[in-house]
């Protein structure tokens, strides 16, 4: 009887978690769909596409004093908020516009409750 209830719990949670997700609108930068929409992100996901690297990266977008960022991630890499951009797609780091402090607060922001995912898994299928 156990082992019913195992196949049962799994059966149904493997059938939740292949739901599809409905379309998320998902506006940044100025733009609607900014993995569409913003050339230099949609070249870092194209590329990702060609390197064959698609499964493992993830962009999020995210809100940090008012201003839109993104993350990128790929799950062979060592550290998690490492790689941030700014709306122009230049990569922010400490230094000139933020100290080591702020840059800190920025990458945990990443995860807070403005951080979306936005590439893979919300956008229209190909």
């Not at 049962?8 to 739901?19: E, H, I, P, Y």
């Not at 990569?91 to 516009?97: F, I, W």
Request: hydrophobic residues 35%.
């Amino acid at each position: 009887m156990r082992t019913i209830h195992y196949v049962l719990l799994l059966t149904l949670s493997l059938a939740v978690s292949c739901k599809k997700d409905e379309r998320v609108d998902i506006s940044a930068c100025g733009v609607k769909d900014p993995v569409n929409n913003l050339p230099w992100l949609k070249e870092m996901v194209d590329e990702a596409k060609r390197a064959g690297t698609a499964n493992i990266t993830t962009i999020r977008k995210f809100e940090y004093k008012g201003n839109a960022y993104f993350t990128y991630y790929q799950a062979h890499l060592s550290c998690m908020n490492c790689i941030i951009f700014d709306c122009s797609g230049e990569r922010v780091t400490p230094g000139a516009l933020f100290t080591e402090e702020e840059y800190q607060e920025l990458a945990g922001e990443s995860y807070g409750p403005s951080a979306i995912l936005v590439w893979p898994g919300r956008l229209p299928e190909e």
